[in-house]
């Protein structure tokens, strides 16, 4: 079955750019999308087609997508954005989540 | 504003049965796929089940299939989720989302609040 992996932690200073990936078997050939999700709060989809925002979403969050790796860019990184975020794709039909990863702003 | 608001969670125990519900507002349900996610205590997310638009493909994973029944009923905008023969590892909060997206770029546009399933004795 398909996989998408991602770093357990990823820690940033406020106002740099934080990094987080997602890596999966030509994970660039397929859409990813990312959602964030806060203590005790149900995730929101913060990218969607590798690299396209919902309304309302900052455009500090950015996206994306080649090869075996997909990756979510947070530009000037607030202290609101420490979260944890998941990485999806779709594969064969099946919904492929990524791990999550911690987000610390410090 | 779309709106997704589960119901029906609590403690069951192993073996038990229990029913949940999505009730959908904002947006044409019967138009759009639906899932259940779940993320159990600590965990990351699982979609356990989804169906179409007009119910006739439904899916399941592995880990829950022959126990759970997913439907709706796109009169009333409501999508339920049927869980039987519960084990402790179906123990999560359970949220209901909306699929948006074509092809292979399906995502999850909206979610609920989550509603909390405890499986223990």
């Known amino acids: 079955s398909y996989e998408l992996t991602q770093p357990p932690s990823v820690s940033v200073s406020p106002g740099q750019t934080a990094s987080i990936t997602c890596s999966g078997d030509?994970?660039?050939?397929?859409?990813a999308c990312w959602y964030q999700q806060k203590p005790g709060q149900s995730p929101v989809l913060v990218i969607y087609?590798?690299?396209k925002r919902p309304s309302g979403i900052p455009e500090r969050f950015s996206g994306s997508n080649s090869g075996n790796a997909a990756t979510l860019t947070i530009s000037g990184t607030q202290a609101m954005d420490e979260a944890d975020y998941y990485c999806?794709?779709?594969?064969?039909?099946?919904?492929?989540f990524g791990g999550g990863t911690k987000l610390t702003v410090l | 504003e779309v709106q997704l608001l589960e119901s029906g969670g609590g403690l069951v125990q192993p073996g038990g049965s229990l029913r949940l519900s999505c009730a959908a507002s904002?947006?044409?349900?019967?138009?759009?796929?639906m899932s259940w996610v779940r993320q159990a205590p600590g965990k990351g997310l699982e979609r356990v089940s989804a169906?179409?638009?007009?119910?006739?493909?439904?899916y399941y994973a592995d880990s829950v299939k022959g126990r759970f029944t997913i439907s709706r009923d796109n009169s009333k905008n409501t999508l339920d989720l049927q869980m039987n023969s519960l084990r402790a590892e179906d123990t999560a909060v359970y949220y209901c989302?909306?699929?948006?997206?074509?092809?292979?770029?399906?995502?999850?546009?909206?979610w609920g609040q989550g509603t909390l399933l405890t499986v223990s004795s």
């Open positions: 904002g947006f044409t349900f019967s138009s759009y796929a």
């Open positions: 087609q590798n690299n």
């Open positions: 989302a909306k699929r948006s997206g074509d092809g292979s770029s399906y995502y999850f546009d909206s």
């Open positions: 169906i179409s638009g007009s119910g006739g493909i439904t």
């Open positions: 999806q794709a779709w594969d064969s039909s099946t919904v492929v």
């Open positions: 030509k994970l660039g050939d397929k859409y």
